[in-house]
Each structure stands twice: as structure tokens, then as C-alpha cells.
């Protein structure tokens, strides 16, 4: 293995739409689990987003930034709308590494609907953590094992934070910190900081 290269790398892929407390809470958990973590901003095809991916790849590079951990790094590059695409950027990114697809317990239901599952669920290692409110059914974790993946569950607390309730200004203290000094000069969330 060349020097430098992770054994195992944690692929993270959010909306960010806008970054919360809950999304710092799994990447310092996933940093705690695995000896790199790499995520980026996405759009996600079955989501709305608020924001332009340009903004939301900003805010989370900040989130990365203030949490200050070599092993955690901003991939832009592996963003892409399907999960399939993103594998096999990160495959040759890292060709060497073993590449972990993370996924929050509240997509885990819907991965049996994404592109071409079947085709890349087989040879993913496929981690899922649970997030609060949001339960991982037995019945979901037997779907994806139908599809040929072998999930593993990750043990993370991570708070039931979302970015649609910020968005709605229903948890506007669930905005990390860093990030109000650029969100306040344009508001493209129209938030009051708590």
C-alpha cells in the first residue's frame, strides 16, 4: 500500500442543505470509527434543495475546516447525483483503500431505489448509522441483503438535527457555529441566529 493511503476511507455525501449540528457530530463519529473520512456536497435527485451546490460545498468545507482533523478532507470531485459514480471516483482516488459508502439510518430505505443498486450494492461495503428519530427497520437491512449488500451498522450518536428543519426555521440553534458568519452576509436560509 503507498505510503499515506488509508486502509479503509468513510464516504460521506450529504445535501448540506444547510450543514448541522447533526453532520458534525457523524463526521467527528465516523473520524472516531475509520482512519480517514472524506465527504462533499451532493445533489441528491430525490431531494429539493435550497441552496446551489456551490454554497452548500462552501458550508461544509467550513464545517470540515473548524473541526480540524487531517484524516477528515472536503472530495468535491466525488460529487455526483448517483451513489454508483461516486464509488467509482473514489476507487480511483484511492485504489488502494478500502472504500466504506455512509449513509444516515433515514436513507436507508431508499437506497433499494437508486440507480442501478443491484449493480454496485454486491462490492460496496455499505455502512449505516443510525440517526435519532429516524428507526433502521429489520425489514430494510433484509432488503438491502436481497440486493447483495452486507451492511454494517455504525454506532454513532447522532442527534435527529435536520437541515429541512432549519430551513423551515424550526432549529435554527442546530447550525453550527462557524458557519453563521457565512450565512448571515446573503441569508439564502432567511435565518435569525439563535
Known amino acids: 500500500m503507498p505510503t499515506g493511503a488509508p486502509a479503509a476511507i468513510a464516504l460521506l455525501g450529504t445535501s448540506a442543505d444547510p450543514p448541522t449540528r447533526g453532520h458534525r457530530a457523524l463526521l467527528e463519529g465516523l473520524l ?3 482512519p480517514a473520512v472524506a465527504t462533499w456536497a451532493s445533489d441528491n435527485p430525490l431531494k429539493q434543495h435550497a441552496a446551489p451546490l456551490a454554497l452548500r460545498s462552501v458550508l461544509l468545507e467550513a464545517l470540515v475546516n473548524a473541526i480540524g482533523d487531517p484524516r477528515l478532507t472536503l472530495e468535491p470531485e466525488l460529487s455526483s447525483p ?8 473514489a476507487r480511483r482516488r484511492w485504489p488502494t483503500s478500502e472504500a466504506v459508502f455512509v ?4 436513507l436507508a430505505a431508499d ?13 460496496c461495503r455499505l455502512a449505516i448509522v443510525p440517526r435519532q428519530g429516524w428507526l433502521l427497520a429489520p425489514e ?3 432488503r438491502l441483503q436481497a440486493l447483495g449488500a452486507k451492511p ?3 454506532p454513532l450518536e447522532v442527534p435527529a438535527t435536520a437541515s429541512s428543519g432549519i430551513r ?3 432549529e435554527p440553534g442546530a447550525v453550527p457555529a462557524e458557519l453563521w458568519p457565512l450565512l448571515l452576509p446573503d441569508n439564502p436560509y432567511g435565518l435569525a441566529p439563535p
Open 32 to 34: 472516531r470509527h475509520y
Open 168 to 170: 423551515a426555521h424550526l
Open 140 to 142: 430494510v437491512l433484509a
Open 103 to 106: 449513509v444516515g439510518s433515514d
Open 111 to 123: 437506497i433499494p431505489r437508486w440507480r442501478q443498486a443491484e449493480r454496485w450494492l454486491p462490492g
Open 152 to 154: 454494517e451498522v455504525v
Open 82 to 89: 448517483w451513489a454508483m459514480e461516486t464509488l467509482e471516483r
